[in-house]
């Protein structure tokens, strides 16, 4: 537990996260609640309850709902949009482009195998954040821009009761936002990826351009080939005829393709992977032992983010409700929130009310290993 009397955080190593632990004015909270009961007052033709929830989670307030779309959506070059003329300033401005599709994907390699593209900049539409203006002495936030979602006139109240719990997360927010650069310690040093010796050279050394991959696990019995027998077969006879090379590459790119395609053999072909072929993991550093760099003194009443002037923030409010005929909740798919688009960096959680229900638990992960 790092911190004063008033600021009091605590860090998790494992995890790379921090919990704000604050002593919330007990009327702050009742604000809460009572500012946001005009949200949960809509007809039921108008709540919009999350996808995929059952109608057990009640969006109140959500990003999705009306988010940046690239391509429709104006955007005004030459001013600030403040609260006071947000609704105001409707209509004009330029048409904001989307990004490219070349700037969208990041390709990845899996075992060296075959490659995945996976989606790390949408070109369709992004969450919009509110602006947070700082004070870097007194460390007051004041929120001076409209909340995607929670009308400035309308929901005027509940802009300071935010701008209040905006104020309690940031002495965690900055221990997050500057913990690469400050705080974590490099407990594994390695240069490189080593593996033992080939335990099956038969299986591996087939001059494809793979070399050992989860694709040379011999198929079961009952199993669909990789490929198709004939045509390989085929192209091995046409190879000695021709007295050259075959193309083992294309048989390589086949097995990936069923690799990429295929989720049971791919799980199968990842055990026996990880079984047979076990990576050279190196020692945690002796001298790292004492990894825990933050101090009390660390934790910041004010100047936060090297005393920026002002963050964005993305707000949420969402409530569960369980009924007799749904009286249990499963909890929300692992996810990490936003793509690139977004850049969200921190995260700050609080659950405002509770009530007739058994204990919770707010749960968090990390890469381990799963034998452990």
Same mark, same amino acid.
């Given at each position: 537990m790092l911190g004063s009397r008033s600021t009091r955080v605590m860090i998790v190593i494992t995890v790379n996260f921090a919990i704000n632990i604050v002593v919330l004015i007990f009327g702050l909270n009742l604000a809460l609640q009572e500012g946001v009961k005009p949200l949960e007052a809509f007809p039921p033709e108008l709540k919009d309850w999350d996808p995929n929830s059952k109608e057990q989670v009640l969006d109140l307030v959500h990003p999705s709902l009306w988010p940046l779309i690239y391509g429709r959506f104006r955007v005004l070059n030459d001013r600030v949009i403040e609260i006071d003329n947000a609704l105001a300033s409707c209509g004009p401005g330029v048409v904001l482009?989307?990004?490219?599709?070349?700037?969208?994907? !990041?390709?990845?390699?899996?075992g060296g195998f075959c490659e995945d593209e996976v989606v790390v900049l949408s070109n369709k539409f992004q969450w919009l954040p509110c602006?947070?203006?700082?004070?870097?002495e007194?460390?007051?936030?004041? /929120?001076?821009?409209?909340?995607?979602?929670? !009308?400035p006139q309308g929901h005027t109240h509940l802009y300071p009761i935010i701008e209040k719990f905006i104020e309690k997360s940031l002495p965690a927010w900055d /221990?997050?936002?500057? *913990?690469?650069?400050?705080?974590s310690v490099q407990r594994l040093t390695t240069t490189e990826t080593e593996y033992d010796e080939c335990p099956c050279p038969v299986l591996c050394d087939i001059e494809d351009g793979h070399g050992c991959t989860p694709g040379r696990r011999p198929i079961g019995e009952g199993e669909e080939p990789r490929y198709d027998v004939d045509s *390989?077969?085929?192209?091995?006879?046409?190879? %000695? %005829?021709?007295?050259?090379?075959?193309?083992?590459?294309e048989l390589g790119a086949e097995k990936a393709e069923d690799y990429k395609t295929n989720p049971e053999r791919r799980n199968l072909d990842d055990a026996w992977f990880a079984s047979t072929h076990s990576a050279k993991l190196p020692d945690a550093d002796p001298s790292a032992k004492d990894h825990m760099r933050i101090q009390s003194s660390d934790v910041k009443a004010n100047?936060?983010?090297?005393?920026?002037?002002?963050?964005?923030?993305i707000v949420k409010l969402a409530n /569960? !409700?369980?009924?007799? %005929?749904?009286?249990?909740?499963?909890?929300?798919? *692992?996810h990490t929130e936003g793509l690139?688009?977004? !850049?969200?960096?921190?995260?700050?959680?609080?659950?405002y009310d509770s009530e007739n229900i058994t204990d919770c638990t707010l749960n968090f992960r990390t890469c381990a290993d799963k034998e452990d």
């Open positions: 482009r989307a990004p490219g599709s070349e700037q969208t994907t !990041h390709i990845i390699r899996e602006d947070v203006d700082l004070d870097p007194t460390s007051k936030a004041k /929120i001076a821009s409209y909340i995607n979602n929670l !009308h /221990i997050i936002y500057d *913990w690469e650069d400050t705080f *390989w077969e085929e192209m091995l006879a046409d190879g %000695e %005829e021709d007295d050259c090379e075959p193309d083992y590459y100047g936060f983010f090297n005393s920026s002037s002002q963050i964005q923030v /569960i !409700h369980l009924t007799p %005929e749904k009286p249990v909740y499963n909890g929300g798919s *692992w690139l688009n977004e !850049h969200i960096v921190n995260t700050a959680l609080y659950y």
